[in-house]
């Protein structure tokens, strides 16, 4: 995705000193030998995606991505599910074209995806498939050292594998697209080089684990992109590889974290918890009472600091469960209770 990008500078970048002391100690961990064979080993599950069907034999183009709609993505279970991006794949039910490692080429149709954060699952006819292991995004480190594979420019490179560090966390960051107006929360951000083509594919660590699917990158700047986090997008992995229906559960709201207040031009000083923004007039949420300008700080059990800790919480649910939200609405206390709907 490459988009007008404001970017809220939220975590302090490491010393040049820091970076470099960390990015030897995270090398001496493996040999160059050891890393090549991790990544051949990942790059087995790198898949191309398009959205129009090439019928020649080349697709090296001087605009391959937009001509084709070209991206990548990375299989997360042998049966054929695949993770990208929802820029990448298109929404939920509609179809895509997945070019394997060994030059097979399958009808994909998308059988989940997110545009508030960017990620979809694709289903394509397949088995028996090589598939990748997926990391913990919640205990990454500035400077741990990384690698980005995708298909940059059209399927001629695909595969490239490009390595850097992670600079940062927990970045918020506006994007501009068509006069609009949206934000990105929780991403990570790394200096391992993202071109056209590489949205979708995946961050990985030195132990070979996915821990972000890369999505955007600043075109104003060398060496400023953003990945999502893995763990966001766990809850509903897990429903797949438990083979349970992969239906999502629907809270009716949005919010904002914290970090994104300034950007709001709020007189709103939040220390904590979900800036409730909107609440959808037909949804659960309304229903049972939550209103604009309420602040969630827990759900159920679940002390909730992000939007993205929010979603993930209702990822692991299901249609018709009932959540308890804790809310604080004019400094006052007060718990909800919400019958989940079915997301269409």
């Not at 991790?38 to 790059?43: D, E, F, L, N």
């Not at 709609?69 to 049966?79: A, F, S």
């Not at 850097?164 to 934000?183: F, H, M, P, V, W």
């Not at 200096?191 to 990985?204: F, M, V």
């Amino acid at each position: 995705m490459y988009l007008g990008i404001e970017i809220k500078p939220l975590i302090e970048e490491s010393s040049e000193t820091n970076v470099t002391l960390t990015r030897s100690l995270s090398e001496s961990k493996l040999k160059g030998q050891e890393i090549s064979e991790m990544i051949a080993s990942v790059s087995h599950s790198i898949v191309g995606i398009s959205k129009i069907k090439s019928t020649g034999n080349t697709v090296f183009l001087s605009d391959a991505n937009s001509e084709l709609g070209l991206g990548t993505g990375v299989i997360i279970t042998d049966n054929g599910y695949i993770l990208t991006n929802e820029h990448v794949s298109g929404g939920k039910y509609s179809s895509c074209y997945i070019t394997l490692e060994n030059g097979y080429s399958y009808n994909g149709t998308v059988v989940w995806a997110d545009s508030e954060i960017d990620l979809a699952i694709v289903k394509i006819n397949a088995k028996s498939l090589e598939y990748v292991r997926l990391g913990d995004s919640d205990s990454i480190k500035i400077a741990d050292m990384v690698y980005a594979i995708g298909n940059p420019i059209g399927f001629e490179f695909q595969r490239t594998v490009t390595g850097g560090i992670i600079s940062a966390i927990d970045r918020t960051i506006k994007l501009n697209d068509n006069g609009k107006e949206t934000y990105m929360e929780d991403l990570i951000q790394t200096d391992a080089t993202i071109n056209p083509g590489n949205s979708g594919g995946p961050l990985i660590n030195l132990d070979g684990e996915v821990i972000g699917i890369n999505s955007v990158k600043i075109t104003s700047a060398e060496g400023i992109g953003f990945a999502i986090p893995i763990n966001i997008i766990k809850p509903i992995v897990d429903k797949i590889v438990s083979n349970k229906s992969i239906e999502e559960a629907y809270l009716g709201v949005f919010g904002y974290d914290k970090e994104v207040i300034p950007y709001l031009e709020s007189k709103l000083d939040l220390d904590s918890g979900v800036y409730v923004a909107e609440v959808s007039l037909d949804g659960p949420s309304a229903k049972s009472g939550v209103k604009v300008g309420d602040i969630i700080t827990k759900i159920d059990d679940t002390k909730i600091e992000k939007m993205s800790e929010l979603r993930r919480y209702i990822y692991s649910k299901n249609p018709n469960d009932e959540v308890t939200l804790t809310i604080v609405r004019n400094n006052k206390i007060y718990s909800i209770n919400v019958i989940l709907a079915r997301k269409n």
